[in-house]
Each structure stands twice: as C-alpha cells, then as structure tokens.
C-alpha cells in the first residue's frame, strides 16, 4: 500500500535539551536504544521535533516540574518531502489506525505498541518521517501542537548507496 | 563517622563520592531512612547497618542501590542536583500524576522513571 505523503517547506520546529549537552541536539543516537513512541530499540531510531516552542517547553514542564537544569530551546527550519501526516484523520484511516492508539499516556500498557507498527511501516518504506499529533493535544487545537519524527537513516539513504552485501561467517581471515 | 565528600553545607553535586555511596544517596534523594529502606527492599535496620560501612560492601550486592547510582548519573546535566529530592517526592505529570519515589522500588518503574529524564536529557517528545 502506499502511504500519503506530504511536505513541509521551510517550516520552523523546536528540540529543547538541557544546555549542557546542547552539542547533541541532532544526534538520534538515544532513541536507537530504548523503546520510544515512533523508534523502536534496536531497529531505527528518530529525531523528535515540536511543531511549537510551546509545545516543548510543556514537555519540560511535565517531567521534571521546575526542578530542570537550563534548557536551551532551538528552533530548526526544516524541508522534508516525504512524511507521513498522522495528525490528519484521513491518513489515519488509510493506515488503519486510531488516534487514541497514538497518544496513549506512556504509563498506560502497550503505550507505543501501534505507533511503533505505524513507524515501522514507514522507516521500511524509506520515507522520511512522520507528523505525529501530541498527547499534549491530541485534537491538535493549539497551533503547532503536533510532532515531527525524522528518520536520520533514510536521509541519509538519500546520498548514501550500498554496493553490496557480503556475508562473513567466522573464522575471519 | 565522615560524612560524603560531595554534600557540604547543603551543597550537593552529583559526583559519586569514593565511600558512603549509600548516604550520599539519601542525602541527594532526600529519603528518610524509611524510603530509603523501601526503595531498597530492607529493613531500616539493615538500612542502618549498611550506611555505617563506608566501602558499601553489602548494599553494592543490591540492584536496586545500582540503579540509584545510575538515576543519578542520568539526571547529571538534566535535574538540578538541588533539586532532585524534590522532584523524586513530588507528582510527576509525564508518569501519570504518579511520585517518581513510588516506583523505584522495582525495575518496571525504574525503567519508568529513568525514561522520563532520559527523555529529558535527549528532547524526545511525547
């Protein structure tokens, strides 16, 4: 089946990380080893994005209250052309998918278990990412409450070919 | 008995001291001896007994004192080290209006509470 992609052009995102580790703001090297919403521990990791500063500073806010390091906020302005828009009823439909399945509270069981099925689904396509509503605001009424996921490994397919695949048993000499 | 090198004077990094591992875990959690003693599955005797050994022999065969040093290292950079018995008393809205100190006990709710500042420490959205 193929997926309705969408664009965005020029469009600003937010990532927030504590101010001292700043210098890791586009590594997605973390998200390849836990089990988060759209990565999945092991197979493919993602850069998480907010639609709004907002938005990110509320996810600050709900886990760590005021009790938090600095955090430096930085805004991206970001051009992909091949995403999935979860935020749209329609695409929802298409995929099968319901949106309480994609926004349930992390402590609820089988929290990630459809939106990692979505996410495989698409990183196996090569596409380059999602849109993904928040649990922040599911219904998408605050402007810009919504997630961007990146996939770093099929950017990258982009300009990087592989020539072949060669399999090697041990010993190896 | 001396106390851990790293809290003076209400001043408290998150460094690991080389002895007592054991208080300086309850001085940065800010436990009582009676969530200490639950977080680790012993009694406030064994408690007791343990934190007057200054190399931490016995509580060093406890996981669950492992995962306490690990929780602290994970909040390095992320929660104020003032700030991290706060946050571990109080409720925590990314876990369900749940208190960080109610799930360390066992390594389900570990996992739970470290993702949260792992989720802090690396921006990944909800």
Redesign the interface.
């Known amino acids: 089946m193929g997926f309705p992609c969408v664009s965005v052009k020029d469009r600003h995102f937010w990532r927030c990380l504590p101010k001292l580790y700043i210098q890791t703001i586009l590594e997605a090297g973390p998200s390849f080893t836990q089990e988060r919403r759209y990565s999945v521990r092991g197979e493919f990791g993602a850069l998480y994005f907010s639609g709004s500063k907002d938005l990110c500073l509320k996810e600050i806010v709900s886990r760590s209250g005021e009790d938090s390091e600095v955090m430096a906020c930085v805004e991206f302005e970001i051009t992909l052309d091949r995403l999935v828009d979860l935020t749209r009823p329609e695409a929802r439909t298409r995929l099968r998918v319901q949106l309480e399945d994609l926004i349930r509270p992390r402590t609820s069981k089988d929290a990630y278990v459809a939106p990692q099925a979505i996410a495989r689904r698409i990183y196996a396509e090569g596409l380059q990412g999602l849109l993904a509503p928040s649990v922040h605001d599911a219904m998408g009424e605050k402007s810009g409450w919504f997630n961007l996921v990146v996939y770093p490994a099929n950017l990258a397919r982009a300009y990087i070919r592989e020539v072949q695949i060669e399999e090697i048993a041990a010993p190896f000499r | 008995m001396a106390a851990p090198t790293n809290t003076l004077a209400g001043y408290i990094t998150l460094e690991v001291p080389e002895n007592y591992k054991l208080q300086w875990l309850k001085e940065v959690f800010e436990f009582t001896d009676t969530e200490m003693a639950y977080v680790l599955g012993v009694s406030v005797e064994t408690l007791r007994k343990w934190q007057k050994d200054e190399s931490d022999a016995q509580a060093k065969e406890s996981v669950r004192f492992h995962r306490l040093l690990d929780l602290t290292q994970l909040a390095k950079?992320?929660?104020?080290p003032n700030?991290?018995g706060?946050?571990v008393h109080?409720e925590?809205?990314?876990?369900?209006r749940?208190i960080p100190l109610s799930l360390l006990a066992d390594a389900a709710g570990y996992g739970?509470v470290s993702?949260?500042?792992?989720?802090?420490?690396?921006?990944?959205?909800?």
């Not at chain 2, 950079?77 to 104020?80: A, K, L, P, S, T």
């Not at chain 2, 993702?115 to 909800?126: C, H, K, N, P, Y």
């Open positions: 950079g992320v929660i104020r700030r991290l706060h946050w109080h925590n809205q990314a876990l369900g749940l739970m993702a949260v500042v792992e989720d802090l420490r690396t921006g990944i959205t909800d």
